[in-house]
């Protein structure tokens, strides 16, 4: 049954806020202009790219994949940007939006292993294109459908105006997440299981310490209908790792994408939960250092990758030319496909691959050194890495040599480049981007009750969060 809340019902007052700036003032025109077209560009994967009449957001493309569950929640996120920015009609946009909560809604749930796209609210990691059922054997994924959720509830705050279709969105997307079941995703409470599969059961491990996983403990605080006690967030902050890197003390995850990824949806800016009150910042300013502790770590290279300096820089989970180890100029050269590289003060799994979407994500928390770093990107390795739909996913400048990559290819005295965009890095970018010109996603959660009642109940305080 279709849940109707006081939130659905269109009581709300649509959010306007103020007028989308061209830009902040600290960007020059050019700055500006190259904005522009990533944003626009990056927008134009997700509406080219999801089908428009299930709203499912292909894993990867040109190669042909599954559905990312994740990736769709990105494109609803994507989609109430291209609005604001006048890429599509609000008319479109909605359309798109309730066609894609209509579909994920009705799919099938169930224990079985086949026939069905998830259980207890929860989705399979990927889903099958044509028919929206579970893709093979994968798992049912608590983060990934967090990463749904998150986009789903994004919409719910942005389409507030009484109209039949932003009615229905709302209406969808209370009836999407209220059916979550949090509480049984908590095999062995309090912490939350990373996922399940009908023939083994749950997985053995949980989220906890600090990584992607903030927004999925806000969503499951935040449930009206199926919550977890606060003493889960106590759990998952129990194992954070302060420490410092690169003369940056901060709260460590090696691969980018962790500091990244639930600062799509909330703003961070100015609260604090127990453990940041104890350390004197908030998670935004945390993501800011990890980001310059990056940096840094590019500067000085110790791996000694070609390429890598103050514009060249950047590690989080993405593609990669090959599996193998390689010996060149008498050093052993380990090198991967898809992996969640990244450089912390407890981890650093380096490969000469960079992923364009660890600065392109961090473009809001240090716009002064990843917008220059991702025009470099664009001028240095001109169509070879940015081409009709932004940027391609990774390029690796030390892998050119005589050896076939997996995927993607080699530009021989340049190096490897993918040939795929991944909607899990697509994502960020534009976000981050918006959040940064606008705080569109941001000003329009801070409305959401169900991410200020996650918040609270993780014992955030502060800031906007008390006003």
């Not at 946009?93 to 259980?119: C, K, S, W």
């Not at 044509?130 to 705050?157: H, K, P, Y």
């Not at 990758?305 to 030319?321: C, E, F, H, R, V």
Request: contains cysteine.
């Amino acid at each position: 049954m279709l849940l109707v809340s006081a939130f659905a019902s269109g009581c709300r007052a649509t959010i306007t806020g103020p007028a989308l700036p061209s830009a902040p003032a600290t960007l020059t025109t050019r700055q500006a202009a190259f904005l522009d077209t990533l944003e626009q560009r990056t927008f134009i994967w997700f509406w080219e790219r999801s089908n428009p009449q299930t709203g499912l957001a292909v894993d990867r493309w040109p190669t042909k994949s599954f559905s990312s569950i994740a990736a769709v929640g990105f494109a609803l996120t994507a989609y109430p940007i291209g609005i604001e920015r006048n890429y599509v009609t609000r008319a479109a946009g909605a359309n798109r939006v309730l066609a894609t909560m209509r579909f994920m809604y009705n799919l099938p749930q169930g224990p079985q292993p086949t026939g069905v796209a998830g259980h207890k609210g929860f989705f399979y990691h990927f889903l099958d294109m044509s028919t929206g059922l579970r893709f093979e054997q994968v798992e049912l994924s608590t983060i990934d459908t967090s990463l749904l959720l998150a986009g789903v509830l994004f919409c719910q705050s942005y389409f507030a105006q009484a109209t039949p279709t932003e009615s229905a969105i709302r209406a969808y997307a209370d009836s999407l997440y209220l059916r979550v079941d949090w509480q049984w995703a908590q095999p062995k409470p309090p912490l939350v299981s990373m996922g399940w599969r009908p023939e083994t059961g749950f997985i053995d491990y949980y989220w906890r310490g600090f990584n992607e996983a903030i927004i999925l403990n806000i969503l499951a605080l935040g449930s009206p209908s199926h919550p977890v006690n606060p003493a889960a967030w106590t759990a998952f902050t129990s194992t954070y790792r302060w420490a410092e890197f690169y003369e940056q003390r901060h709260l460590n995850f090696a691969p980018l994408f962790g500091h990244q990824y639930s600062h799509v949806w909330i703003d961070f800016r100015g609260i604090q939960d127990e453990f940041m009150r104890g350390k004197g910042i908030d998670y935004f300013e945390n993501s800011r250092r990890a980001t310059y502790s990056q940096r840094a770590y590019a500067i000085a290279n110790p791996g000694g990758w070609k390429d890598y300096g103050s514009d060249i820089w950047g590690l989080t989970a993405g593609d990669g030319p090959i599996d193998t180890t390689l010996v060149i100029k008498g050093r052993a050269r380990k090198f991967h496909t898809y992996i969640a590289r990244g450089a912390a003060a407890d981890q650093i799994l380096d490969d000469g691959t960079i992923g364009p979407t660890a600065a392109g994500g961090s473009v809001a928390f240090t716009p002064e050194i990843a917008i220059p770093a991702l025009i470099a990107m664009r001028e240095k390795y001109g169509d070879h890495l940015f081409s009709t739909y932004g940027f391609l996913d990774a390029f690796n400048p030390t892998f050119d040599f005589g050896v076939a990559p997996r995927q993607g290819k080699v530009i021989p005295g340049v190096g490897w480049f993918d040939t795929d965009y991944l909607g899990i890095d697509q994502g960020p970018i534009i976000a981050m981007i918006e959040n940064y010109r606008s705080g569109l996603v941001w000003r329009t959660m801070r409305r959401n009750p169900y991410i200020i009642r996650g918040l609270k109940r993780a014992g955030f305080t502060g800031g906007w969060l008390d006003q």
